[in-house]
């Protein structure tokens, strides 16, 4: 049960109204317009520095069993997944060079995941693999990336810097007509798309922004050119340059530490300040390593996404600061509801423990920071679901030097105008020589979703036209009327901090289905109209009381910039989400989708 003290030691009316004020400080009415996309006006977005510039190939015109849209982790858990049931024929087909999806494009200083890496990396049983660390750096992930495909032989059909431009199903053949920007029109008897959903780059719609004289790049296309250095930081081409960063979220965690020991001096623009929790990382214990027995992989992901989602586990496998603070994940995760609390007990105890875990994160900027304005200022006032949780044993403690500043946007709506050399916050200019943009991607607005990637099912049906009264799937895998058309991702089903493995039971998932089809000598997968509503009507359980808690978070990508939406996930949480699939296939779910004939 959670505890329900009124032994306080706070003021909950004052936490909740400094929360409100500060959110209402940042609120902007533009909302999440107040962004721009990237593509077609920046070059370091336009370009892949990492591929072949001078790569060409002849169009493909053949057939494949399966075409795997997207090459990231999603991409190669389908394409492993379905070489484990049997299928000989599978094509990914990749926008960038080579496999790792946001790992391959995301290679700035001090990268490394925020969730242990040996719960994150996929497969690691199967590749006989240990991470070298408790949390992995970028260009680890990206080797195991690359061996996921070797060892699994998806290299052998695969398409690189090749976009998929056109979908259309072909109901006489009972097959996907897949067009790309080479010019290429595949045929497949499936389509899995796994192409991302927080793949393109987004800017702040500043004033001004084009006319910047000085050096500009986001942090997913990292300029080491200009910067020196690597991911392991040495930017010895910032020595006496003045550094602009824009943004404070995961990403600029990671990245500030190495730019203020590089640069002559480092502006960071803030508007809302990261909780920043400690980290801890530290190589992997080789004897722990040696001591592993098969199945230790899975294990231990069952016990992180149990406690992460608000089960109640014997021992806690992970032990950090995910799994230490998992009871206030409930807002982003669902599910974990203590039953013996009404709802009104279970948001008090929830609150409360939400207000001490927020004061010990606030008492540790207090900790570190000697500048005491520079400390209020990093301190976040909301509740701890409101943002995704950052760690860090560095970013703090980097404004404790001389050459960093901290400036805080809040009550000027972010950067209010950019100049030839300059950014202005309220009467003051801060003159650069760089512009870094650590903004983020767009959020849950894959190709497939937005109609970059148009989609067309029987009859010619353009996807968005069919979901024009809202979406339509089942269980977030496939809708009626797109036959063979599977789809992994956050859509429609459940959510996890650690989404390597949502995306591993998902293709798990997808390829028992295509497994049974082929067993069936199915013509092709669909799920009837009745069930898709079905699922529709399931869905809603707790969307209110998500909305209602998102509706006072500071804005920020979680809330759609303090205008969120009612949320269309599984209530219960993933623990639970998975269970239900397993039983689903194992008494008869999969009748309904499986079309004999047609």
């Known amino acids: 049960m959670l505890p329900v003290s009124e032994d306080l030691d706070f003021d909950p009316n004052e936490l909740r109204a400094r929360y409100r004020a500060e959110r209402d400080r940042r609120i902007r009415p533009d909302g999440a317009t107040q962004y721009r996309d990237v593509a077609g006006e920046f070059g370091f977005y336009a370009d892949d520095p990492h591929a072949d510039p001078d790569f060409t190939r002849e169009p493909l015109h053949d057939e494949v069993e399966v075409v795997v849209i997207g090459g990231g982790l999603g991409g190669l858990l389908a394409g492993a997944r379905l070489r484990q049931a049997g299928v000989g024929s599978i094509r990914v087909v990749e926008k960038g060079g080579d496999f790792g999806g946001t790992w391959y494009w995301n290679r700035y200083p001090g990268i490394h995941c925020d969730i242990e890496s040996y719960v994150y990396l996929p497969l690691l049983d199967e590749l006989g693999y240990v991470p070298e660390w408790k949390y992995s750096p970028g260009e680890e992930i990206r080797r195991h990336a690359r061996a996921i495909g070797e060892h699994f032989d998806l290299y052998r059909d695969a398409c690189f810097q090749t976009a998929v431009t056109e979908l259309r199903w072909d109901e006489d053949a009972a097959r996907w007509i897949v067009s790309t920007d080479r010019g290429d029109r595949m045929r497949a008897r499936y389509v899995v798309m796994s192409n991302g959903t927080m793949d393109r780059p987004k800017l702040p719609g500043i004033p001004g922004i084009d006319t910047f004289k000085g050096h500009t790049f986001h942090t997913s296309r990292w300029d080491y050119g200009y910067t020196g250095g690597d991911a392991g930081g040495n930017l010895t081409g910032l020595a ?208 497939m979703i937005t109609g970059r990637l148009p989609v067309y099912g029987r009859d010619g049906v353009h996807l968005l036209q069919h979901w024009s009264r809202g979406p339509r799937t089942l269980h977030g895998f496939y809708s009626d009327g797109f036959p063979n058309l599977l789809t992994l991702g956050a859509f429609q089903n459940a959510a996890s901090v650690n989404y390597a493995h949502i995306l591993d039971e998902q293709a798990s998932h997808i390829a028992a289905v295509v497994a049974e089809a082929g067993k069936r000598g199915a013509r092709w997968v669909e799920p009837s109209a009745e069930s898709v509503d079905a699922w529709a009507a399931a869905l809603g359980e707790n969307a209110e009381e998500l909305y209602k808690f998102h509706l006072e978070c500071t804005p920020g990508y979680y809330n759609n910039e303090g205008k969120p939406h009612p949320r269309q996930g599984y209530a219960k949480g993933a623990t639970a989400f998975h269970a239900m699939l397993r039983d689903w296939r194992d008494n008869g779910g999969m009748d309904d989708v499986m079309v004999i004939a047609g």
């Open 240 to 447: 006496g340059k003045r550094v602009a960063l824009i943004g404070t979220g995961a990403t600029a965690i990671q990245v500030v530490p190495h730019l203020g020991r590089d640069a002559q001096q480092l502006y960071v623009f803030q508007r809302t300040p990261s909780t920043v929790d400690y980290r801890d990382n530290r190589p992997t214990d080789p004897e722990w390593a040696a001591s592993l027995e098969p199945g230790w992989q899975r294990q231990r992901m069952e016990n992180f996404l149990g406690i992460v989602s608000g089960g109640s586990v014997d021992e806690d496998l992970v032990g950090d600061a995910w799994t230490g603070s998992a009871r206030l994940l409930r807002k982003i995760t669902a599910g974990g509801q203590a039953d013996s609390l009404t709802p009104e007990e279970r948001e008090r105890a929830e609150e409360i423990l939400d207000f001490r875990k927020m004061n010990q994160v606030r008492a540790r900027v207090d900790d570190i920071v000697r500048d005491r304005e520079t400390a209020e200022l990093l301190k976040p006032w909301y509740r701890y679901a409101c943002k995704r949780p950052t760690f860090s044993d560095e970013y703090l403690q980097t404004f404790n030097r001389p050459n960093v500043t901290l400036v805080d946007t809040a009550d000027h709506g972010g950067v209010e105008r950019v100049t030839e050399n300059a950014l202005v916050v309220g009467d003051r200019e801060y003159e650069v020589d760089c512009i870094i943009f650590a903004t983020g991607f767009q959020v849950a607005m894959s190709d």
